[in-house]
């Protein structure tokens, strides 16, 4: 979902189910290059080449596409934490040291996806998102596991290992979120806007310790 090539040239005929894939194609791109009020369904229609009246069997209306479209981000979010946290050393075991590597993998992989996929990233949030009931498989990564629920197994090896008391875990994943998300808004939209991915990279792992002994 992260490759940024140019989508293919628009076909004059489509086989059974490709031309839903293209005009979704077509909104993320919209997204990715102005958010979520990019993605607007005739626009989608134009790229692709097909007229309005083709796209409604499968978008009936412009928040169906917007919908699809958020739910993809999601999965380019949560495929973001995946690569960080496949990227860590193999623990035999949990431990204090992996757990907190492993807050911090999803802590900086839902940075890394701010920075490099802001369209996105904002298209993401522009709406409700119910985290603790929502099963779409649409927005899961390459695991099967949402943004939300990779921050919840993180939370959760913090108990085991005894670093977050368990009577303090209820609700641990809107206060750890709201902490990275605000450094996210920072970064893309405030005063650390345009400094270099490392200094927030480093910013993004000071804050995670913040959370961690704060929880």
Known sequence: MT???TPNPARKTYRHGDLRRALLDAGIALAREGGPSSVVLREATRRVG??????YRHFASRKELLEAVRAAAFAGLATSMEKELAALPPFEQPTAESARATLTAVGAGYLR???AETG??????DGPFEPETDADPEKAGEGGMNPFQLLTNALDDLVE????????????EYLAWSAV????MLAIDGPLYGRPPEQIGMLGQRLIGMVVNGL
Do not use: I, S
């Open 181 to 184: 998300h605000g450094m996210a």
């Open 3 to 5: 490759d940024k090539t």
């Open 120 to 125: 996105l990233f904002r298209t993401a949030f």
């Open 161 to 172: 290992v005894g670093l977050l008391p368990p009577e303090r875990r209820l609700g641990a």
């Open 113 to 115: 996806f701010a920075l």
């Open 50 to 55: 097909v007229v309005p009246n083709a796209a």
